[in-house]
């Protein structure tokens, strides 16, 4: 298996043009990837490659030769999304990975990074997660046609790793924020929805805000840029078949890991934080009759540690960050038909 990445890598970087993806291009860049003359961040946008057509993929591979993919590409939401559109959650993200994966086995790529998420796991694993707990119980329901995808992505991961050879890794990032987060009204993810939820609030002048469940549930959050360096850090310091690298409570390999923060907040601290970030002096109304989703989900992030990476970002200093890139897209109308 490969080690790591050399300067002049050819990456591809699906999905380059959302949160996740354009945080890793960020990092990417940071680290001197695709400033060499050979070297190149390919970063394609949906015109110019269709992920849901293999012959495409496999078109813009022959002739673009990438030597590393990292996949970020993924059709996301929050509950109401992935109540709604059960099977828009689980088949596209199916064929964008499998799309992928296809092609990296014909063309031989020689160092793949998938993305999956903290959903994976079961509703209610022992706390803090780790890695092994994969499997071991049902999904929240909410969610799960997102988690199968993930989950069949991780273990294509593995699958490719075992028969062909492919240096494939996984990361699990936990519930992410930061500078280009979807603000849509309905099919946000909860942080940015309360950002936006709270600051048309206060510039309407409207006494009140209603919010989803109990506040009750806990989550954990990592900025993008956090994991944008975890991404690189994986790429360089990672290889599953090391001796030194991190193995499960059985002694197995691991070909995923956890990334998040450790820390964890409750949705209702979490409402009043951004709340007070806003200036924001209505009342909070908790509408009992909406789902919570699971109670709590705290990722074990000891064995991401173990190999040197740390996330840096503070919560409240991400926020502060996420609040800006909010009003600037809001201000300038990008926002106000969504």
Not at 62 to 91: C, E, Q, R, W, Y
Not at 121 to 129: E, L, V
Not at 137 to 165: D, M, T, V
Request: aromatic share 10%; with cysteine; hydrophobic share 40%.
């Amino acid at each position: 298996m490969t080690k790591e990445l050399n300067i002049n890598e050819r990456i591809f970087v699906a999905g380059s043009g959302g949160m996740a993806g354009s945080a890793i291009c960020r990092a990417l860049y940071k680290y001197n990837y695709g400033k060499t003359n050979k070297g190149k961040i390919l970063s394609p946008t949906r015109e110019e490659l269709d992920l849901f057509d293999l012959n495409a993929i496999k078109a813009w591979f022959k002739l673009h030769k990438p030597t590393v993919l990292i996949i970020a590409a993924a059709k996301v939401g929050g509950i109401i999304a992935n109540s709604n559109f059960p099977a828009t959650f689980l088949l596209e993200n199916l064929k964008i990975q499998l799309n992928l994966f296809e092609a990296c086995r014909e063309f031989k790529i020689k160092k793949v990074l998938f993305l999956g998420s903290s959903c994976i796991y079961p509703k209610f694993a022992q706390q803090p997660i780790k890695e092994e707990y994969l499997l071991s119980g049902f999904l929240e329901p909410s969610n799960q046609w997102y988690a199968l995808a993930k989950i069949a992505g991780i273990k294509s991961c593995e699958a490719l790793r075992l028969e062909h050879n492919i240096d494939a890794i996984s990361l699990m990032p936990t519930n992410l924020y930061g500078p280009g987060d979807n603000y849509h009204n309905s099919n946000s993810h909860v942080l940015a929805a309360f950002i936006r939820r709270f600051y048309e609030a206060r510039i309407n002048k409207k006494k009140e805000v209603i919010c989803w469940g109990t506040g009750s549930p806990l989550r954990e959050f990592l900025h993008v840029d956090d994991l944008g360096e975890a991404v690189v850090f994986a790429l360089n310091n990672w290889d599953p078949d090391s001796l030194n690298s991190p193995r499960d409570k059985n002694g197995e390999k691991l070909f995923f890991l956890n990334i998040g923060t450790g820390k964890e907040i409750s949705i209702k601290d979490l409402a009043y934080l951004i709340k007070n970030e806003l200036n924001y002096t209505g009342r909070i109304i908790w509408d009992h009759s909406k789902p919570d989703g699971t109670p709590r989900k705290l990722l074990n992030i000891d064995r991401i540690k173990s190999l040197g990476w740390y996330p840096k970002i503070k919560l409240d200093e991400g926020i502060r960050q996420t609040i800006k890139d909010f009003i600037d897209k809001y201000d300038s109308n990008e926002l106000r038909l969504n």
